[in-house]
């Protein structure tokens, strides 16, 4: 089984940045909203030139971007500071950032660039996955194959014992969770959202996670 974390963590800057990590803990600031990373706000625009819209969720909308010193292409979530009303939304998203950070690097998950904040809004900035959810490639192609349906469930098998093993359950897999690298038929899969993921805690989840991943190596 893989590592049960502590429950305090250091929110990342980025998937690469090697500075100090920044907790929780913040010093509150007269007359402006407490920064939800605990840093300073960073203009986003500065970075990354935004482009059209690609999807848009309960929290936030996706964009297109464009990092302005590599020419590198990702997509990046946007979520409105208005829609985190409460102490459990803001942690949420603070344990989403950190679970994707602590993912990445892993086969058939999106990669994770970086997040940053502004008054308005928290941005995710990952990997851009071209080809569309799961959901739409399945709705589209009508039928599968053994053969390719079995190269896709091994794929989602992979992200769960990727995560169980990381110490993480996604909790919420589905077809629209799966995007595809590319438009190719045999793109490779990879998970994204992460927002109802959490950590495997020894007496909470642990049992579970250890069945479902023994149940996974008998089939």
């Not at 690609?54 to 990702?74: A, D, H, W």
């Not at 495997?200 to 479902?212: A, D, P, T, V, Y």
């Amino acid at each position: 089984m893989g590592l049960c974390c502590a429950k305090e963590r250091d929110i990342p800057i980025s998937s690469t940045d090697s500075s100090p990590r920044h907790k929780y803990i913040q010093v509150p600031i007269k007359n402006e909203p407490l920064p939800i990373l605990g840093r300073p706000y960073v203009d986003l625009t500065t970075l990354y030139d935004l482009d059209k819209e690609l999807g848009r969720g309960q929290f936030g909308i996706t964009y297109l971007c464009t990092e302005k010193t590599s020419g590198n292409k990702y997509a990046c979530k946007s979520i409105s500071r208005m829609k985190l009303k409460s102490q459990k939304d803001i942690e949420d998203v603070r344990r989403e950032i950190i679970i994707l950070q602590h993912l990445t690097g892993q086969n058939n998950i999106v990669e994770f660039k970086g997040a940053y904040e502004d008054v308005d809004n928290l941005h995710l900035v990952m990997e851009l996955c071209s080809g569309g959810e799961l959901f739409d490639r399945i709705s589209s192609k009508g039928s599968y194959s053994e053969k390719e349906a079995a190269r896709i469930g091994r794929q989602i098998v992979n992200v769960v014992h990727a995560c169980h093993f990381m110490g993480v359950i996604h909790r919420d897999l589905k077809p629209e969770n799966f995007l595809l690298v590319s438009r190719e038929d045999d793109s490779p899969l990879k998970a994204t959202d992460f927002g109802l993921s959490v950590f495997i805690e020894e007496g909470n989840f642990f049992m579970l996670s250890k069945l479902f991943d023994q149940l996974c190596l008998v089939q």
